[in-house]
């Protein structure tokens, strides 16, 4: 049996943010192309359990792709990214560290989204905020010459609006649809 790795939350925000971006009829179509309908009508709760696993959470990612197309999907995801933002701030999950400098917290904010989606590490490398995913599962099973990830890096830029960081916003510079063997996103 598959091990369950992803939280219900992480199921429940990405479905929200897309009928945000999409509507409900766009996000009924992609879970019924992923073959997974019955989740628009037994939501999962916002909770941290882990219910489901990387293959059912990538068959929903991968709906996007293949009903958009790559370069469809790399625009729509990045508004999810965004979309996310505004979901997981409206309900309070940055709320512990919403005091700190700007910079600490957005490096606290991505640190919390590396603990409750079970992916990746926070670290400061050379005076630059590093993500590190070695578990991505936004281009599982997706080869492309460019950085698909998207979701992420709308997420990191609008994380850094949300914690007053100017200036700056998030950059792929390495993505496992490329080859390589982790997402890695910069704050530059």
Not at 132 to 153: E, L, R, Y
Request: aromatic share 10%; glycine share 10%.
């Amino acid at each position: 049996m598959t091990e369950k790795t992803v939280a219900n939350g992480v199921v429940r925000i990405l479905m929200d943010a897309t009928e945000d971006v999409i509507g409900e009829h766009g996000l009924k179509a992609l879970l019924n192309f992923a073959k997974m309908p019955y989740l628009f009508e037994n939501k999962p709760d916002y909770g941290y359990e882990k219910n489901y696993t990387d293959e059912e959470y990538s068959r929903i990612i991968i709906s996007y792709y293949d009903l958009l197309g790559i370069p469809g999907a790399k625009s729509v995801f990045r508004m999810i990214g965004k979309a996310i933002v505004k979901r997981t701030t409206g309900l309070g999950l940055f709320d512990s560290v919403k005091e700190f400098p700007p910079e600490e917290r957005l490096f606290k904010g991505i640190e919390l989204y590396a603990l409750v989606s079970g992916r990746g590490r926070v670290f400061i490398e050379d005076g630059v905020i590093v993500y590190d995913n070695t578990a991505c599962s936004t281009c599982f099973n997706i080869k492309n010459g460019t950085p698909v990830c998207t979701i992420v890096s709308g997420f990191l830029d609008d994380l850094m609006v949300w914690s007053g960081v100017k200036g700056k916003r998030s950059v792929e510079t390495r993505c496992k649809a490329m080859g390589h063997e982790t997402c890695r996103y910069e704050i530059r």
